[in-house]
């Protein structure tokens, strides 16, 4: 056994630590995430006392008010406590005679950790006495039984008047236990006197009577239990077992066997040969691996186990030094430590990585133990490892798994929920707001897809590490998935905090990017809940953030908004109109079209007109497109409602022809689902042909920023409909992604200059009108005619005079009016008079 053994080695150093004056609920929470047994109170900076989970059996569960009576209250006081340079003997002695499972630890009058029971069960070197002893010989044969009716108070009286740290509990079909780390969870969070049953972990697990104990601490260890249940020879309970009942009496027992084993041995050496070779065949099926090395650290034999965890036999490795092993990974101070270690107390235990001789890295759990003779020599040293390489990999794993997002390493969406519950009630207490930041990246879409998926991901990396640069210690970065995360931001003083963080957070994503030789930059769109304000849960924050980072994005991108609650009458409202929207769709009644004349700045005559759609709603009235065109894009009904307008469309110009007057061309402006629509030239041609329409009679409109993606396949498609004879117009030139460049390469036949420089004439912007002549010089260059949108005034008119403006559209010259307004108009002089002039009701 270890008895000298230093208890600094194995000692818990993170100790859970409170004031008297925390509620009891509060500090049993603490114990029950952290898992452990005991909590330090301290009072101005000392050790007041202690409260462990046995003490959970003195609380009266039919009560809550007790549940929240200061932990003070309910505290041992004074702690026992045994210095830091005490051996592990010493300590257990101290345990014994007290009558205690926790002691603290102190070194210089300070605390440095917690010793329980527990820890010196797993460190006194027990393996071969809980080899040679089976389970009956030290599991408790009278355990508690209850039914699962029992209530949790009685049940807790039963285990504290009969001094039992756990009992069975008879679930129906099945058997479950409850234990005092159960107690403990209970007033973390009290479930009231509930029925047993309900509270109990099931199923219990069980070990036969005649098992060796070495098999029950490695179940225990593995399910991560305290206690099992021992079955007889007929499968009927017989008792419990626990790690308390492995230390009962486990030393005077191991000192026993372990002098009758030496006796026998030298017996056996004495008397036969055949006790020796049944010797080796223990030791030859072990499964632990053993070496054994002379003083000088030179292998001397090694049995077949560890032949089988390394890939060596006794002759690759007779006389050399077990350094043969060694991966490079553990430094020199490591290995001087260890035989440091090794030669003080003459026992090691540790965990290694080493080599395999197929130069496969593993980790072993390893121990060394110095083997004296009477005067105290080194003979031998015997190491016996376990591979527990697999082992540690699945913890891993799993716990990444479970919590982290595979690429950034960042709290996936689990675990950050947990945090942001946890936060809730940390800003409840103390009465300080939260906020909750909804981070969206935009044109993500456009990196991933143009320069690679490989590309995206390390952007996704770069930005993570950015945004975690500009964040508070305290606060959390979370990713979601895709292109979103989410930024926990606890103990802000006020909302102009959260603010000024999400401020940050947009600069440093919308600088620069470089990758892979890739220099370009993105953005990002920020939506902030606060805590209380905006939701009391984590699911109602992490939803109202969203709602306003949508509104970030519909309000110019790269900016970020606050969640106010009338934005949940919006988001229904905006739920309604897109119901009443795939209805009128699917009805085909409701929309109304109009045509805005294009006149000639020369004689003013009609020379074409833009088709514009109106939704005229049975209750909200003329439902303008700028409500309804983004929403039909966002909810994709947007190809449905093209096609419509499509249809009614060609259903006037028919009607013009079958009426005898003379059309002109029709523009229509196209949305980037239906530019992108397979075979959508096709289409259009034949519903043209099929109503004997020409297709030099309609002019698509486009913006240059639908090309933005992907230039060459959009401009194949633009020359398939040029050939088509259709006529192509770029609009809003001058403002978005306008590239000069472009013009070059785009079968356009006109371009329209952004009504923004025609508004600025009034001012008498010089750079407006430098613009305004560039454009429309270097169109004529290239054999564009030009369009000059939004006319409103007389002045306006009277300005463009002076460049080369081939079309004007605005209300100066007609306002948008119903198709036989329009039909009227072209059966008189083609020359519309222009009405008073307006700036207001923009609805083209």
Same mark, same amino acid.
């Given at each position: 056994?270890?008895?000298?053994?230093?208890?600094?080695?194995?000692?818990?150093?993170?100790?859970?630590?409170?004031?008297?004056?925390?509620?009891?609920?509060?500090?049993?929470?603490?114990?029950?995430?952290?898992?452990?047994?005991?909590?330090?109170?301290?009072?101005?900076?000392?050790?007041?006392?202690?409260?462990?989970?046995?003490?959970?059996?003195?609380?009266?569960?039919?009560?809550?008010?007790?549940?929240?009576?200061?932990?003070?209250?309910?505290?041992?006081?004074?702690?026992?406590?045994?210095?830091?340079?005490?051996?592990?003997?010493?300590?257990?002695?101290?345990?014994?005679? =007290?009558?205690?499972?926790? &002691? +603290?630890? *102190? @070194?210089? #009058?300070? !605390?440095?950790?917690?010793?329980?029971?527990?820890?010196?069960?797993?460190?006194?070197?027990?393996?071969?006495?809980?080899?040679?002893?089976?389970?009956?010989?030290?599991?408790?044969?009278?355990?508690?039984?209850?039914?699962?009716?029992?209530?949790?108070?009685?049940?807790?009286?039963?285990?504290?008047?009969?001094?039992?740290?756990?009992?069975?509990?008879?679930?129906?079909?099945?058997?479950?236990?409850?234990?005092?780390?159960?107690?403990?969870?209970?007033?973390?969070?009290?479930?009231?006197?509930?029925?047993?049953?309900? =509270?109990?972990?099931?199923? &219990? +697990?069980? *070990? @036969?009577? #005649?098992? !060796?104990?070495?098999?029950?601490?490695?179940?225990?260890?593995?399910?991560?239990?305290?206690?099992?249940?021992?079955?007889?020879?007929?499968?009927?309970?017989?008792?419990?077992?626990?790690?308390?009942?492995?230390?009962?009496?486990?030393?005077?027992?191991?000192?026993?066997?372990?002098?009758?084993?030496?006796?026998?041995?030298?017996?056996?050496?004495?008397?036969?040969?055949?006790?020796?070779?049944?010797?080796?065949?223990?030791?030859?099926?072990?499964?632990?691996?053993?070496?054994?090395?002379?003083?000088?650290?030179?292998?001397?034999?090694?049995?077949?186990?560890?032949?089988?965890?390394?890939?060596?036999?006794?002759?690759?490795?007779?006389?050399?030094?077990?350094?043969?092993?060694?991966?490079?990974?553990?430094?020199?101070?490591?290995?001087?430590?260890?035989?440091?270690?090794?030669?003080?107390?003459?026992?090691?235990?540790?965990?290694?990585?080493?080599?395999?001789?197929?130069?496969?890295?593993?980790?072993?759990?390893?121990?060394?133990?110095?083997?004296?003779?009477?005067?105290?020599?080194?003979?031998?040293?015997?190491?016996?490892?376990?591979?527990?390489?697999?082992?540690?990999?699945?913890?891993?794993?799993?716990?990444?798994?479970?919590?982290?997002?595979?690429?950034?390493?960042?709290?996936?969406?689990?675990?950050?929920?947990?945090?942001?519950?946890?936060?809730?009630?940390?800003?409840?207490?103390?009465?300080?707001?939260?906020?909750?930041?909804?981070?969206?990246?935009?044109?993500?879409?456009?990196?991933?897809?143009?320069?690679?998926?490989?590309?995206?991901?390390?952007?996704?990396?770069?930005?993570?590490?950015?945004?975690?640069?500009?964040?508070?210690?305290?606060?959390?970065?979370?990713?979601?998935?895709?292109?979103?995360?989410?930024?926990?931001?606890?103990?802000?003083?006020?909302?102009?905090?959260?603010?000024?963080?999400?401020?940050?957070?947009?600069?440093?994503?919308?600088?620069?990017?470089?990758?892979?030789?890739?220099?370009?930059?993105?953005?990002?769109?920020?939506?902030?809940?606060?805590?209380?304000?905006?939701?009391?849960?984590?699911?109602?924050?992490?939803?109202?953030?969203?709602?306003?980072?949508?509104?970030?994005?519909?309000?110019?991108?790269?900016?970020?908004?606050?969640?106010?609650?009338?934005?949940?009458?919006?988001?229904?409202?905006?739920?309604?109109?897109?119901?009443?929207?795939?209805?009128?769709?699917?009805?085909?009644?409701?929309?109304?079209?109009?045509?805005?004349?294009?006149?000639?700045?020369?004689?003013?005559?009609?020379?074409?007109?833009?088709?514009?759609?109106?939704?005229?709603?049975?209750?909200?009235?003329?439902?303008?497109?700028?409500?309804?065109?983004?929403?039909?894009?966002?909810?994709?009904?947007?190809?449905?409602?093209?096609?419509?307008?499509?249809?009614?469309?060609?259903?006037?110009?028919?009607?013009?022809?079958?009426?005898?007057?003379?059309?002109?061309?029709?523009?229509?402006?196209?949305?980037?689902?239906?530019?992108?629509?397979?075979?959508?030239?096709?289409?259009?041609?034949?519903?043209?042909?099929?109503?004997?329409?020409?297709?030099?009679?309609?002019?698509?409109?486009?913006?240059?920023?639908?090309?933005?993606?992907?230039?060459?396949?959009?401009?194949?498609?633009?020359?398939?409909?040029?050939?088509?004879?259709?006529?192509?117009?770029?609009?809003?030139?001058?403002?978005?992604?306008?590239?000069?460049?472009?013009?070059?390469?785009?079968?356009?036949?006109?371009?329209?200059?952004?009504?923004?420089?025609?508004?600025?004439?009034?001012?008498?912007?010089?750079?407006?009108?430098?613009?305004?002549?560039?454009?429309?010089?270097?169109?004529?260059?290239?054999?564009?005619?030009?369009?000059?949108?939004?006319?409103?005034?007389?002045?306006?008119?009277?300005?463009?005079?002076?460049?080369?403006?081939?079309?004007?559209?605005?209300?100066?010259?007609?306002?948008?009016?119903?198709?036989?307004?329009?039909?009227?108009?072209?059966?008189?002089?083609?020359?519309?008079?222009?009405?008073?002039?307006?700036?207001?009701?923009?609805?083209?």
């Amino acid at each position: 056994m270890n008895q000298d053994l230093s208890i600094s080695r194995i000692m818990q150093t993170g100790m859970l630590q409170c004031s008297p004056q925390t509620p009891l609920s509060e500090a049993a929470s603490r114990m029950a995430e952290r898992q452990c047994s005991s909590i330090l109170v301290v009072d101005d900076g000392r050790p007041a006392g202690i409260w462990t989970e046995h003490d959970a059996l003195a609380i009266d569960f039919s009560d809550k008010s007790e549940m929240r009576c200061p932990i003070g209250e309910r505290m041992n006081s004074p702690v026992a406590t045994i210095g830091a340079q005490e051996t592990l003997g010493e300590a257990a002695l101290s345990l014994k005679a =007290l009558g205690y499972r926790h &002691l +603290l630890v *102190i @070194d210089d #009058d300070e !605390p440095v950790g917690i010793l329980s029971q527990t820890d010196i069960a797993l460190n006194q070197g027990l393996e071969p006495y809980l080899r040679l002893r089976e389970v009956q010989a030290a599991m408790r044969t009278t355990p508690i039984a209850l039914p699962g009716k029992t209530l949790l108070a009685d049940a807790a009286v039963r285990m504290r008047s009969q001094a039992n740290e756990a009992v069975v509990v008879f679930c129906g079909d099945e058997l479950g236990i409850l234990t005092e780390r159960d107690l403990v969870r209970f007033i973390a969070r009290h479930p009231g006197n509930t029925a047993i049953e309900e =509270l109990a972990s099931q199923p &219990l +697990l069980t *070990i @036969d009577e #005649d098992s !060796p104990l070495l098999k029950a601490r490695d179940m225990l260890l593995n399910h991560r239990v305290r206690h099992l249940a021992v079955l007889d020879g007929e499968g009927r309970i017989k008792g419990l077992l626990g790690f308390r009942d492995m230390l009962v009496g486990a030393e005077q027992f191991y000192l026993k066997d372990l002098r009758d084993a030496l006796e026998q041995r030298d017996s056996a050496l004495s008397r036969s040969r055949q006790h020796l070779q049944l010797a080796e065949k223990v030791i030859d099926s072990s499964l632990e691996g053993i070496i054994i090395t002379d003083p000088e650290v030179r292998i001397e034999f090694v049995n077949p186990a560890f032949t089988h965890l390394t890939g060596y036999t006794l002759e690759d490795v007779a006389g050399r030094n077990p350094g043969v092993l060694s991966s490079g990974r553990q430094n020199a101070a490591f290995y001087r430590k260890m035989w440091e270690t090794l030669q003080q107390t003459g026992f090691w235990r540790g965990e290694v990585w080493n080599r395999k001789k197929s130069g496969e890295l593993y980790l072993e759990l390893l121990t060394i133990t110095a083997i004296t003779d009477d005067q105290g020599n080194t003979q031998h040293y015997a190491g016996l490892f376990t591979d527990i390489t697999h082992m540690r990999e699945n913890e891993q794993q799993i716990r990444h798994l479970a919590y982290y997002d595979a690429l950034t390493r960042l709290p996936n969406r689990r675990l950050l929920e947990d945090r942001i519950t946890l936060a809730i009630r940390h800003a409840h207490r103390s009465k300080a707001p939260l906020a909750l930041v909804f981070i969206d990246l935009d044109h993500f879409k456009q990196v991933n897809d143009t320069l690679g998926h490989a590309l995206g991901d390390e952007l996704l990396l770069q930005v993570s590490e950015r945004m975690g640069q500009n964040l508070r210690e305290d606060d959390t970065l979370a990713r979601l998935g895709g292109d979103e995360f989410i930024a926990l931001l606890p103990d802000i003083s006020e909302f102009s905090e959260a603010t000024r963080i999400a401020q940050r957070l947009i600069e440093t994503v919308s600088a620069p990017f470089c990758i892979e030789r890739h220099t370009f930059r993105i953005g990002c769109s920020l939506g902030i809940s606060l805590y209380p304000d905006d939701g009391t849960t984590a699911e109602a924050l992490i939803q109202n953030a969203d709602a306003a980072m949508y509104r970030a994005k519909d309000e110019g991108r790269n900016t970020y908004r606050l969640y106010r609650s009338e934005m949940d009458a919006r988001a229904r409202d905006h739920l309604t109109l897109e119901t009443e929207l795939r209805n009128m769709l699917e009805q085909g009644d409701g929309l109304v079209m109009h045509y805005q004349p294009l006149v000639s700045r020369r004689d003013g005559t009609i020379q074409s007109a833009e088709a514009l759609v109106r939704w005229q709603h049975p209750d909200r009235g003329l439902v303008s497109p700028g409500d309804f065109i983004p929403l039909a894009e966002r909810s994709g009904l947007i190809l449905p409602l093209g096609d419509r307008i499509l249809d009614r469309i060609i259903s006037d110009m028919t009607r013009w022809q079958a009426e005898g007057q003379t059309p002109v061309p029709v523009a229509i402006n196209l949305s980037a689902a239906q530019f992108w629509q397979a075979g959508f030239a096709k289409t259009v041609a034949e519903k043209l042909d099929a109503a004997g329409i020409a297709p030099e009679l309609i002019i698509f409109e486009l913006t240059e920023s639908m090309l933005l993606n992907k230039q060459e396949q959009g401009i194949a498609i633009l020359r398939s409909l040029s050939r088509r004879g259709f006529h192509i117009s770029l609009d809003d030139f001058g403002t978005g992604y306008s590239s000069l460049s472009y013009l070059q390469t785009i079968p356009a036949d006109s371009l329209k200059i952004d009504r923004s420089f025609i508004v600025a004439l009034d001012d008498n912007t010089r750079s407006s009108r430098s613009i305004i002549a560039a454009i429309a010089s270097l169109a004529h260059e290239l054999g564009l005619s030009v369009i000059a949108e939004g006319v409103e005034t007389q002045q306006q008119w009277d300005q463009l005079g002076h460049y080369a403006i081939d079309l004007i559209q605005g209300f100066y010259t007609a306002r948008p009016m119903p198709p036989d307004s329009l039909a009227t108009l072209l059966n008189a002089d083609r020359k519309p008079a222009a009405p008073s002039p307006r700036t207001a009701d923009r609805t083209e």
